[in-house]
């Protein structure tokens, strides 16, 4: 009898039928030799069937065929992939195969993709399954999966949770999309001069489309105000540094009101009224009242995962989420670095133990083999398994990505840009091997006749894991918040650090001279591809309702696989417009009256709240914590009640004065000119 190892993709079942020795000639769609038959999918082979298949009246959107809820659900093979298709299904009901190992990409879309084929393949029940779940595509974890592969029931849940993902999106986008393109469309592409208008929903991408939407109307309500600060520049050993003026008690200022908090001014003549006072008593010394010197103690951050990957890529390389999960499977196929699709930024405790081989194989690589090595030779690696950067309890499918130490040959052959993408995962992953960085703080209070002046010094003393991390030194967020509060961050030299070291209180310090800053306050800032992607992770945060955040803990909006996608989708559809040079998100005028047509109507639809539970709900499910029958009454019901209450409802006219507000903010496209004849515009 044999054995047939069924992948998700060709490149992966190449590389199983290389570890394995199945070394026969290539067949069509599959190779065999021995004992053993290895083939693949080409992604998803199977797809939900489309309501027309039900019943022909369906083809046609009518408010009268609403809610549709079919049962059982139908399913039909992808017509582009039909052949390969058949060459699985021949294979799965081979009377010579008696095992099939499931090696699909291990997580819950890669479950649902052979779920759907076996179902559909009609694969009899006494065949033997077994799941194969790698972390990845190295030689001997390909080897320990398959000798550690579970029978397939031990991951029913996770099948569950994928089918009940897939019926969501399904009832969701078709109910509820039909009924808002019934009441809304004609209003729509009339406001817009366009033939026709489909309004498009969907449970993540309506969520994530509100989310943009509610950030756009922030900015345009945001009022800003300018602001007028003082600072002086002080002189100590011949080491300079800035502080900044405050209103304090004694200050002429004091209660004055027209200041900006009590560190600015709103007007400018009175700031430069000010500044004339302050500079007519130069040359002069200031009172050194406050020299408080304390350790800041700042620790390697946690492991990568796939949204912190994006948003890194997004910031350093301005590039879309989905690019990057494409250089990152690009990366994991060559062998270089474990499953990209993970949430966990921390290790398991049994890679914890095995974290020597992925140290040795990297220190072969050029930019970062002197870092492994040094962490090697010290055995700083071997209290990893006791640190934060491992924890079992934050794992559900896979740890955090990390290099894997080998595959080495590929990186010869990557691009510029996948080769920076594998440093920054292998800096992060070697970062936490190395001790904090500490730097020295001192906070300083000066006096100058009756006005207080206020200076942060800080100073790196130790460089730590910030010598591997290759980050440039910068202000970080919360030294920019101080300095908004009126306190001068100075990024100090170690000379400025011991000549402050030798005042004492009391001392006179110079001070050379005074200047004006003009500041203003910001607005909320728009979302960029890749902070989407982190408030898509983390929508619990943008929770109001303290209970519901801490029920949906851990709970975002999509998962690692589906959140680049569903951002695509967007600006596909025309509801998001993705500055390709900044990654900067804004929502287009159509997008932005879709979420007023939303408001109107499923207004759930568009808070992070519901998409979160959710998808909370899901994992409760893949976790055996919910029943599939409790979740999927739950669906029916939601699905059932806000079709109802939207197909009773119309207010177009609403959409009109949305239309005519947001009118100032989206300029006319340009007609476009007819191409001539011949070739030229």
């Known amino acids: 009898m044999k054995r047939l190892f069924i992948a998700e993709k060709p490149s992966v079942a190449l590389e199983f039928a290389r570890v394995l020795g199945v070394s026969g000639r290539r067949q069509d769609g599959y190779l065999e030799s021995g004992d053993s038959i290895v083939t693949w999918c080409v992604g998803h082979l199977i797809t939900m069937s489309y309501p027309e298949v039900y019943d022909e009246r369906y083809k046609k959107w009518s408010l009268d065929t609403l809610p549709f809820l079919p049962e059982p659900f139908r399913y039909e093979v992808i017509p582009e992939v039909k052949k390969q298709f058949e060459i699985v299904k021949r294979l799965l009901t081979r009377a010579d195969v008696d095992t099939i190992y499931i090696c699909t990409d291990s997580g819950r879309e890669g479950e649902y993709i052979y779920r759907l084929v076996d179902q559909m393949a009609g694969v009899p029940a006494e065949k033997t399954r077994k799941r194969v779940w790698i972390d990845s595509q190295t030689e001997d974890e390909i080897r320990r999966g398959v000798a550690e592969a579970k029978d397939w029931s031990a991951y029913q849940n996770l099948s569950a949770a994928a089918y009940l993902r897939a019926k969501e999106d399904y009832l969701m986008g078709i109910n509820f999309s039909r009924v808002l393109t019934l009441r809304y469309g004609s209003a729509l592409a ?4 366009q033939r026709y208008i489909v309004v498009s929903v969907g449970r993540v991408m309506t969520c994530v489309l509100g989310m943009v939407v509610k950030r756009e109307m922030e900015i345009r309500a945001f009022q800003k105000t300018v602001f007028y600060r003082i600072f002086a520049k002080f002189e100590v050993a011949g080491q300079r540094f800035f502080g900044e003026w405050r209103a304090e008690k004694g200050s002429a200022y004091e209660g004055f009101s027209r200041l900006y908090k009590n560190n600015g001014f709103l007007k400018r003549e009175d700031a430069e009224g000010f500044l004339r006072q302050l500079s007519a008593a130069l040359p002069g010394t200031a009172e050194l009242l406050k020299n408080e010197k304390k350790k800041e103690v700042k620790r390697p951050p946690l492991l990568y995962n796939l949204a912190e990957l994006q948003n890194d890529c997004a910031r350093r390389f301005k590039i879309s989420p989905d690019q990057t999960l494409k250089v990152a499977q690009e990366l994991y196929e060559k062998k270089l670095i474990t499953y990209p699709r993970t949430d966990a930024r921390v290790l398991s405790s049994a890679v914890a133990k095995e974290i020597q ?53 590929a990186l010869s052959g990557l691009s510029p840009l996948s080769a920076q993408i594998y440093e920054m995962i292998a800096r992060r992953f070697l970062a936490v091997f190395y001790p904090p960085a500490v ?32 980050e440039k030194k910068q202000k970080d967020k919360e030294e920019k918040e101080k300095e908004e509060e009126g306190e001068a961050e100075n990024s100090g030299s170690k000379a400025l650090a011991e000549a402050l070291a030798a005042c004492k209180k009391g001392e006179r310090i110079a001070a050379e001279q005074f200047e004006l800053r003009e500041g203003e306050t910001s607005p909320p800032k728009r979302y960029t591809s890749g902070s989407m992607i982190l408030a898509m992770e983390n929508a619990g945060q943008l929770i109001e309702d303290e209970e519901l955040r801490s029920q949906i803990k851990g709970s975002g909006i999509g998962t690692s696989a589906t959140r680049a996608e569903i951002l695509k989708k967007l600006v596909g559809n025309r509801y998001l417009a993705l500055n390709g040079k900044t990654q900067i998100i804004t929502p287009t005028q159509l997008g932005e009256l879709i979420a007023v047509t939303v408001n109107l109507s499923m207004q759930p639809l568009l808070r992070p709240e519901l998409t979160a539970s959710w998808e909370k709900g899901l994992t409760m499910v893949q976790q055996g914590e919910i029943t599939e029958e409790a979740y999927m009454e739950k669906l029916r019901d939601f699905v059932v009640r806000r079709t109802e209450q939207a197909a009773a409802q119309s207010a177009s006219y609403r959409l009109r004065e949305a239309f005519e507000a947001s009118k100032p903010y989206y300029p006319a496209e340009k007609p476009r000119v007819p191409r001539r004849k011949g070739g030229s515009k």
């Open 190 to 193: 009339s406001l817009l001069k």
């Open 357 to 409: 081989k992925n140290l040795s194989g990297l220190t072969r690589v050029q930019a970062v083999g002197g870092f492994a090595q040094e962490v090697l030779t010290n055995g700083s690696y071997k209290g990893i398994a006791k640190s934060r950067y491992t924890d079992d309890k934050q794992i559900t499918d896979h740890y955090a990505l990390i290099p894997t130490g080998q595959g080495l040959g």
């Open 439 to 470: 730097y020295e703080k001192r906070s300083l209070e000066l006096l100058f006749g009756r006005e207080h002046f206020f200076a942060g010094v800080r100073s790196l003393v130790e460089e730590g894991w910030l010598k591997v991390s290759g």
